[in-house]
């Protein structure tokens, strides 16, 4: 072997040990930390929302929503498909657990009589969601890919129309197959208390 040789093999080893570094380290952990961003972009709207009289900071639905943002905020790092596979194999065998946040989630949005209000609050839910949803999806080569069928699917069905509103159904239908987002929140509210 050549010095040259040598040289373009160290120099190949080299790239990939900084790629492998970098898929399997920093990337990771930039994905956290713009989810963790961009669910306090929304917790923060929230609390502006509250904060401009449209609803009072005692509300239940308020602190209830502030209440799951704060755990997916705290328990980010949490949210991967081997975890969630783990939780489901878990619940497979010691039944699923009850959904205290859900319930009072409904009860508390049923109590609100402005329906723009109620309207308003869903939306930062959805949007709570939605980050969730991305940070599973996106996170796992395999989730990729039922990803990217269920894409495909939507945009035969929906006739190519709106495809940034398709992938996001996307991912959200996705997960739904997958897990109930009612049990992600009360986990997430749970371990927030």
């Not at 923060?44 to 704060?70: E, V």
């Not at 109930?180 to 509210?189: Q, T, V």
Request: charged share 20%.
């Amino acid at each position: 072997m050549s010095a040259k040789q040598l040289l373009l093999v160290l120099d190949s080893c080299a790239n990939l040990a900084l790629l492998v570094a970098l898929v399997l380290k920093f990337w990771p952990s930039y994905r956290l930390d713009v989810f963790r961003q961009r669910m306090f972009a929304v917790r923060d709207d929230l609390f502006a929302y509250a904060a401009s009289g449209k609803i009072d900071f005692s509300n239940p639905a308020y602190r209830l929503l502030r209440q799951s943002m704060n755990g997916f905020l705290r328990y980010g790092h949490n949210l991967t498909f081997y975890r969630l596979c783990v939780t489901l194999a878990v619940w497979h065998f010691e039944g699923r657990p009850k959904t205290k946040w859900s319930e009072a989630w409904t009860i508390s949005l049923d109590d609100i009589k402005d329906d723009s209000v109620r309207k308003d609050l869903q939306g930062f839910h959805a949007r709570a969601l939605g980050l969730v949803a991305d940070r599973v999806m996106f996170g796992s080569p395999i989730l990729w890919v039922v990803l990217a069928l269920c894409t495909a699917v939507l945009l035969i069905r929906a006739q190519w129309q709106g495809v940034k509103q398709v992938i996001a159904s996307a991912s959200r239908k996705t997960l739904e197959r997958i897990v109930d987002p009612n049990l992600l929140e009360e986990e997430a509210s749970r371990l927030a208390a």
